[in-house]
């Protein structure tokens, strides 16, 4: 589809492995968002990618978590050493940069660290 | 303090019923956008309808409205003629600065919870 596309949509991983999320954004999309969403709260901001420009990695919760974007489209969320606090959901977003800069949304990678 | 505050964990609403999504917003930036997001249970994130903070209308996309109070800074989401498959978690979210991605995209609140009852 046309859509921004995600996977894994569930990933069940033991502690201390490292874990690859994949997202690929809308075609044409030049900002890609990543969020993390634990159960029951909010949006949490991570990473910002816009076009070929360094990210805005503000947002990651530590030195665990890095991102990469190749190529100004596909995007991978790398988690290392994964902790169970960083059991969420992960969800991308893509948006042409505009003045609405309506986001669009992947429909997620559920992680699950035991 | 916080940038979107939704004051309504959960509501339960009668099917047909109009239903008034409360979400007040922080900023000192005069340029910003408002969006609210619908998450059904199955955890896509629904774009709803968008409120620029210069436009001179309240928006509206079918059932949905947004009361757009600027000196309150208050943006309530209103949803006429609730439907069952309204039940999900209601997100208000604000960018700020009215071009470009913004640095950090859009802000959320913590949500409502919204069940429709028949």
């Known amino acids: 589809g046309a859509g921004v596309s995600q996977s894994p949509s569930n990933k069940v991983t033991e502690k201390g492995k490292d874990v690859e999320l994949r997202c690929d954004p809308i075609s044409g999309h030049t900002a890609l968002y990543w969020y993390r969403q634990s159960l029951g709260q909010g949006l949490e901001f991570l990473i910002y990618f816009q076009g070929n420009s360094a990210p805005d990695k503000s947002g990651l919760p530590s030195d665990r978590f890095s991102a990469e974007r190749t190529g100004g489209s596909v995007s991978t969320l790398t988690i290392q050493r994964t902790q169970q606090e960083d059991s969420a959901v992960y969800l991308c977003a893509s948006s042409f940069t505009g003045a609405t800069g309506e986001l669009f949304f992947g429909e997620g990678s559920r992680l699950t660290v035991l | 303090a916080q940038k979107i505050t939704q004051t309504q964990p959960g509501m339960f609403v009668q099917e047909k019923e109009a239903v008034t999504l409360d979400c007040t917003y922080d900023t000192s930036d005069p340029s910003y956008g408002l969006f609210w997001y619908k998450q059904p249970s199955s955890g896509e994130m629904i774009f709803l309808i968008y409120?620029?903070?210069?436009?001179?209308q309240n928006a509206t996309e079918g059932r949905y409205s947004l009361n757009f109070q600027k000196a309150r800074k208050s943006a309530n989401l209103v949803i006429s003629a609730s439907q069952l498959g309204d039940s999900a978690m209601y997100f208000c979210a604000m960018r700020e600065g009215m071009t470009g991605g913004g640095a950090d995209g859009l802000t959320f609140g913590k949500g409502t919870h919204l069940i429709i009852q028949p």
């Open positions: 409120q620029g903070s210069y436009d001179q």
